[in-house]
């Protein structure tokens, strides 16, 4: 089987790929490496900048085939803010913002959006990346969200305590993760990398 190391160490997204992508590849966790990867900071323009950032630095420094990611967030009400760097809110906060700090700052800056306008969109891209080819896939997902916050919450992923994607269940990966799988086009993207 072959292997393929996940550039990332938020452990939602880890849970994700392991429940949708063991079946098909050896996956390999950063945490699983003898030496960890000082990945640059992800500071490109558009998400598959930063996926292709991040499968690359993670090839190079292991030499395993690796896939990166990056999502973007556009809130429909603030123009399509806070965009690629979603996590620091393009530079407004700090990369080692806390969970509860980012939920209070995001709260704030949506306090006045009507009900009916609390709409916006994940702008994903998942790039591999083994040192002669990379392939990318983007896919966008639609999400409402609330005014109140849900606890608990998917740690590193904030949003999670007020979003609503349909069809996706944030904190039911285990016992539905074939559902899940399909809202976040795993199966498009198990066709991708195996693809000869």
Request: proline share 6%; with cysteine; aromatic share 10%.
């Amino acid at each position: 089987m072959k292997k393929l190391l996940i550039a990332t160490s938020n452990p939602s997204k880890e849970k994700i790929y392991a429940e949708n992508l063991t079946p098909h590849f050896d996956l390999v966790f950063l945490r699983d490496l003898k030496n960890p990867i000082i990945f640059p900071p992800e500071n490109e323009p558009t998400v598959e900048a930063n996926a292709l950032l991040k499968a690359k630095t993670a090839f190079e420094s292991s030499g395993i085939a690796s896939l990166g990611d990056d999502a973007g967030v556009a809130i429909d009400a603030l123009g399509g803010a806070p965009g690629v760097m979603a996590r620091r809110w393009n530079g407004l906060l700090a990369d080692e913002t806390s969970d509860e700090d980012w939920i209070e700052f995001f709260m704030e800056k949506t306090k006045h959006v009507p009900d009916h306008l609390r709409t916006g969109k994940f702008q994903i891209a998942r790039t591999y990346y083994d040192g002669k080819k990379s392939l990318t896939q983007n896919f966008e997902i639609p999400f409402t969200y609330e005014r109140e916050v849900r606890r608990p919450y998917l740690p590193r992923w904030a949003m999670s305590a007020f979003l609503r994607c349909e069809g996706v269940h944030w904190l039911d990966f285990k016992n539905d993760p074939l559902a899940n799988g399909k809202h976040l086009h795993m199966a498009e993207l198990i066709e991708l990398l195996t693809r000869k």
